[in-house]
């Protein structure tokens, strides 16, 4: 990448955000979670693990906080808005589930701070990281609000794939060895093959040629995925529903009870991911 | 050593090596005689890769050049895939059940289709595993799309980063395929400047 | 992106089923990698199929086998190896979708620890030795010509159903004996004999999609009860508008529980005087008919008025209320069990009284219908139990049994102490265990046959639950073996049989030659139409068989409960509660690094055991979390690092299953403690069934051990006034999306 692309693709980002387009992007990749249907049972975290090649650190590691899970659940005991600071015996509406991945900002905090533009805006609307470029500065994880970026401290072959695991690695996407930062992808490599195929076909890709691997297997269809250029996308439709729009810092509802919000939206990140609110019966 | 993951690291390494390396030869081998494929700027540059032994010093000659047999008959996944692919045993034995069956090479090969083997052939050209590069999407560029392009010249496009194999017998690696090599043919041929679109 | 197309016939061939001399070889192993020209070695395909491209993916159906819910799964081979599972669409199972534990199912068969040649005892140690010397040692011991007296056999499984267990069944059969012990301890016994009294089907289908409200007594619907990927599937069906309610009790929050509208902890063991309390309210104060009930039964209801349930049970009259209210109001609704209400010593009364509120509330016939009758019995699920177990150990300790093998199954390690298990198996003088990974059971054998992975083998299966659409699920090798000396359990049990009755079974040269025969079997009006051919290439390419089913209804004849008082025990004041979770879960998911790393849904942990508990308990012991507690049984003790939730019963202390192994692989060994280890010896009166959940221990602090600390994802346990997870009400969610 030359010079001049670096600086095209930093402007680029500098200005689509205020000036309000993103029309001549290829495709805009996002998601909605619906938080009614999660039930937090992890099987996207692990199909994440398998598909992305995610290293296993083990018990110590884990404790420093370096373990890769680029998906992961939160789970959370307190209900701010269904019972503000009500602390009961029992949590007996339950926990909160939420599952964190890269939140692929159109405005991301983690682009502008690399030193060595490892970290850029795709015209698919994802924020890649290039995984041979990159200098483990971290510089970036220290600035995701979200914390969803991983860097390798160790090499963690020997451990996470001794023979014969390393037959399961995909050959889509490298290994990543010790000072990289690694991240949620939206399975770009899956991506790649839905345009490939698309491409031979002499089509657009459709809805439903490409999930990431969360979305593929997630068992209670909490997780919707789609070209948020796609007007009839499900995803899509989905925002526009809940009306939740792009490029806004603050979303102005007809209707106040639609579900629909981005986190940490008043940083001015632009997430690609909308989640939808929990719900709870009350009157039991 | 057996880490591979390594190769992440190894690649790296290689890259640097494979840049400095072509700094040098670039000067003492000038390019030699490009054949003219229609709207492309084929890639300058030269490398001095090694010699391969392989278990049968394949003829690329032979077969290219004297025989005229069509690059993507054997390598028949160039044109649908990423990888162009080794021609399967079968593929040679459709041949060679007949041809030239009492050559070394040939007798060679029967042992090694009888005894339900693959001949151990070696690598000579290889990406980092960081770099996700397509067969597939070049050919549709410089060959099937292209207008004023023949499938019959199929060779003048491999030859773009492979050389004028049919003047080998056994392949040897004579272009860098460094970032630096990809990235000259791709601005010349307003290829896709996105990093992912070639890292992965 | 699957690979229906596809012609499977040549797959076959590919596979090396197909004739001589056709072969794969897969792609090189990535094990040495260099860029420089001439190191790493490329193997060329010799002959390969039309749809093999290099370089892509393509998709095979097969059968999950990580537990015995049946999943279908859509393997993705590449160059001859399984990089991936997925769902597979066909199947009425999953649809498409797998939970973590199937995700790692290609852990379980790449996994480094695998066993790769038979072993055989030789002057007390376990030598490697070739296949032939195992079947050697193998026709000595149980060939025809052997001084087996076959009565004397036994074979000790978990799960087991399809041509596998048919062909377990002619085994034994062949040997003359009935000694065929099946143990789980993830079951669902007790249940299961309560609908078999009740219902007159041991498996009504549950039809939570059409539930208003479901009431589930411990059922841990999304997690391990039944089928954990086809009731989340459910669940989120139930979740759209207009949404169900979800009605939780139980001791011990587990994953369903997370998800309820309202979580109820019982004091453990009174749930069945919940039900009756609730069926109490329904009766006397919304009206309901009790006349499908006995008389006896009605008499007793009465007698659990409110007040007498909330001091039974601690929980708080008005939720008691509440729950009847809307059960009366929402109709259908759904009443289910699960262990924590059926593994106590009277289980089976609490069973009985929570089943009968669907009689009360109307819901059979609308939320519970009958299965109907499967046409194939002899391949439906044989389920395993705990009790199997005992009556095992029983056998085997007087002396009955002369041969065992084992199967799907790692007793030394799930026996609770109290069974003297080790001791036990000594008594058998053959023992042979058939697994994939060296075991605690693998230990003690005397020949240990190493079994091909699941994505390597054959098999048909039906599904431990059967939704409305009834299947068989074919299994089918997705790759070629990785040791050339391991072999699916059928060609194993095909061995055998030829050992005693080679006149009938010289004939199949494999269990696949079996299998094939077996299909061109099948009744011409199962196979929609179709020849045996094209009948079989559609199992493979599908991973189902649709199967008709003869329907049936169901009248049921509801059970009078008898539910004893409560004992109380002042020197072990607490219900150890032995907590399953998706994940590890018995244990034999202990040794797939993805599912050690994977976080416990509820606390969090990862790599090890923890006990929990909660905090006002923590505070009353005077232990904090993370510190270490003791929790002694009257069989023993075992010793993890403390998390407090307010999510269990202050009367309870939950341990989660899957740790403390002694064997099985890098990844299980040495980690965390086994709650199975210190059950005391109390069975559910009725049934036989041992109470995993009745068993009283005391706790205290015990000292901080640095190698069995509790490591947890981190993160906040609160949202700290961020706006992470919104919650909003139903009666809004039914509102602005109802429509």
Not at chain 3, 79 to 101: A, H
Not at chain 3, 369 to 381: C, R, V, Y
Request: hydrophobic letters at 35%; one cysteine or more; charged letters at 25%.
């Amino acid at each position: 990448m030359s010079l001049q692309n670096i600086l095209t693709n930093w402007s680029q980002y500098r200005k689509g955000h205020e000036q309000g387009g993103f029309h001549d992007y290829e495709h805009m990749w996002g998601m909605a979670v619906d938080l009614n249907k999660c039930i937090g049972c992890n099987a996207c975290s692990v199909a994440c693990y398998a598909e992305n090649n995610l290293g296993i650190v083990g018990k110590d590691r884990f404790e420093k906080g370096q373990g890769m899970h680029w998906m992961r659940i939160e789970r959370y005991w307190d209900e701010p808005n269904l019972a503000p600071g009500v602390s009961e015996e029992f949590p007996s509406r339950g926990a909160s589930f939420l599952p964190m991945m890269c939140q692929q900002c159109n405005a991301a905090t983690c682009e502008p701070v690399c030193p060595v533009a490892a970290t850029y805006h795709t015209p698919d609307g994802l924020n890649a990281q290039v995984y041979n470029r990159c200098i483990g500065s971290r510089y970036c994880s220290n600035n995701c609000p979200y914390r969803l970026r991983y860097f390798n401290f160790y090499s963690y072959y020997d451990w996470s794939w001794p023979e014969p695991l390393n037959m399961q690695l995909n050959p889509d996407l490298s290994v990543r060895d010790k000072g990289v930062m690694e991240k949620c992808t939206f399975c770009v490599q899956r991506i790649r093959v839905a345009k490939d195929t698309a491409r031979r076909e002499d089509r657009k890709v459709a809805d439903g040629d490409v999930y990431p691997a969360c979305v593929q297997t997630c068992p209670t269809d909490a997780l919707v995925f789609g070209d948020m250029l796609d007007p009839e996308s499900s995803v899509t439709k989905l925002w526009k529903a809940h009306q939740v729009e792009l490029g806004k810092t603050k979303q102005h509802k007809d209707n106040e009870e639609l579900r629909g919000y981005r986190i940490f939206e008043g940083l001015n990140t632009d997430p690609c991911v909308m989640y939808l609110e929990r719900v709870r019966e009350v009157e039991v | 050593m057996k880490r591979y993951s390594n190769r992440l690291y190894e690649g790296l390494k290689r890259i640097s090596l494979g840049s400095a390396a072509l700094l040098v030869v670039f000067a003492a081998v000038p390019g030699t005689g490009w054949a003219e494929v229609p709207n492309a700027v084929a890639p300058k540059g030269a490398h001095a890769g090694d010699d391969v032994p392989q278990p049968i010093e394949f003829p690329h000659d032979v077969h290219a050049k004297i025989n005229q047999i069509n690059c993507m008959y054997c390598h028949t996944y160039a044109r649908r895939s990423k990888v162009a692919g080794i021609p399967p045993t079968s593929k040679c034995m459709g041949c060679h059940t007949i041809i030239a069956t009492d050559k070394e090479r040939i007798k060679k090969l029967t042992e090694y289709w009888e005894s339900n083997q693959s001949p151990p052939w070696k690598k000579v050209h290889d990406v980092p595993d960081y770099v996700h590069f397509t067969h597939e999407k070049h050919l549709d560029r410089f060959l099937f799309s292209n207008e004023g392009m023949d499938v019959e010249r199929v060779s003048e496009v491999c030859a773009f980063c492979h050389g004028e194999v049919k003047e080998m017998t056994v392949a040897k690696k004579v272009k860098s395929l460094n970032m630096g090599f990809c990235r000259r043919c791709h601005e010349a041929n307003d290829g896709p400047s996105d990093c992912w679109k070639c890292h992965k | 992106m699957s690979g229906n197309d596809i012609n499977r016939r040549n797959f076959l061939k590919v596979m090396g089923w197909g004739g001589a001399g056709v072969a794969l070889s897969g792609c090189d192993m990535p094990t040495t990698v260099t860029l420089e020209e001439g190191k790493e070695t490329v193997v060329s395909y010799i002959m390969p199929e039309e749809y093999v491209i290099p370089g892509q993916g393509v998709y095979f159906a097969s059968t999950c086998q990580q537990c015995s819910a049946g999943c279908g799964v859509h393997g993705r081979v590449r160059e001859g190896r399984v990089l991936k599972l997925e769902g597979n669409t066909e199947s009425p199972i999953n649809t498409g979708k797998l939970c973590q534990m199937g995700q790692s199912g290609v852990q379980a068969h790449y996994n480094p620890d695998r066993i790769q040649k038979p072993m055989l005892r030789k002057g007390g140690a376990l030598v490697e030795v070739t296949w032939e010397e195992a079947a050697a040692a193998l026709a000595d011991k149980t060939g025809k010509d052997s001084s087996l007296n076959g009565g004397r056999a036994a074979w000790l499984t978990g799960t087991v159903s399809g041509h596998q267990s048919v062909l377990l069944q002619a085994h034994l059969e062949a040997l003359g004996s009935s000694r065929h012990y099946t143990h789980e301890v993830i079951n669902n016994a007790v249940a299961t004999q309560v609908n078999q009294d009740m219902f007159g089907e041991v498996q009504p289908t549950y039809h939570v999609t059409k539930a208003k409200v479901v009431l589930s007594f411990g059922a841990d619907l999304v997690g391990t009860s039944m089928s954990p990927v086809h009731f989340s599937r459910e669940h989120t069906k139930f979740r759209s508008a207009p949404r169900g309610v979800l009605i939780q009790v139980e001791p011990k929050m587990t994953l369903t529980g997370g998800n309820a509208d309202l979580w109820i902890a019982a004091k453990p063991g009174s749930e069945g005087v919940l039900a009756m309390g609730i069926a109490n309210e329904l009766l006397a104060k919304h009206g309901l008919s009790g006349d499908a009930l006995p008389g006896g039964l009605r008499d007793s209801i009465a007698s659990y008025n409110t007040d007498k349930v909330v001091e039974i049970t601690g929980v708080a009259k008005t939720k008691i209320v509440e729950v009847a209210k809307v059960l009366a109001e929402r109709s259908p609704s759904l009443v289910l069990t699960g262990a924590s209400t059926e593994a106590h010593e009277h289980g089976y009364q609490s069973v009985a009284a929570a089943m009968m509120l669907n009689v009360i509330l109307g819901n059979i016939g609308k939320t519970i219908t009958s299965s109907g009758e499967f046409p194939f019995p002899q391949l439906t699920a044989k389920r395993g139990d705990m009790k199997g177990l005992l009556a095992f150990a029983e056998h085997a300790d007087k002396g009955e049994i002369d041969v065992a093998f084992f199967y799907g199954v790692n007793p030394v390690y799930t026996a609770p102490k109290f069974l003297n298990l080790e001791q036990k198996l000594d008594k058998i003088p053959f023992k042979v265990v058939l697994t994939q990974f060296y075991d605690e059971t693998a230990n003690r054998a005397d020949l240990v046959l190493p079994l091909a992975s699941a994505l390597e083998d054959w098999g048909t299966h039906v599904p431990g639950y059967l939704p409305e659409d009834k299947i068989i699920s074919m299994q089918q090798p997705l790759m070629e073996k990785l040791y050339k000396e391991t072999h699916g359990l059928g060609d194993v049990l095909l061995s055998l049989l030829k050992m005693r009755k080679p006149e009938e079974y010289e004939g199949f040269a494999d269990y696949y030659a079996f299998l094939r025969e077996a299909f061109a079997a099948i009744p011409s009006d199962h196979k929609g139409g179709v020849g045996d051919e094209k009948f079989w290439m559609q199992a493979l390419q599908f991973g189902v068989i649709p199967v008709n089913v003869a329907e049936r209804s169901i009248k049921p004849t509801p059970i009078e409960a008898d539910l004893p008082a409560l004992k109380e025990d002042i020197s072990y004041p607490f219900y150890l509660v032995p907590s399953a979770h998706l994940g590890l879960w018995d244990g034999r998911h202990a040794n797939l690094p993805w599912l050690q790393e994977a976080p416990d849904q509820i606390s969090k942990v990862v790599w090890g055991s923890w006990v929990e508990m909660h905090p006002k308990t923590a505070a009353r012991l005077g232990v904090e979390n993370g510190e270490f507690v003791r929790v002694e049984s009257m069989q023993g003790s075992i010793e993890a690092p403390l998390y407090t939730h307010r999510g269990i019963h202050p009367n309870a202390v939950a341990v989660p299953l899957g740790q403390g192994h002694e064997e099985y692989g890098r990844y299980a060994k040495g980690r965390g403690v086994n709650p199975l280890k210190i059950l005391n010896p109390v069975t559910d009166e009725k049934t036989g069934e041992p109470a995993l959940y009745g068993t009283r221990v005391q706790v205290a602090k015990a000292p901080f051990d640095e190698k069995q600390k509790m490591v947890r994802f981190g993160g906040s346990e609160t949202q700290v006034g961020r706006k992470l997870v919104a919650s909003i009400t139903a009666d809004v969610f039914n509102r602005t999306e109802g429509a």
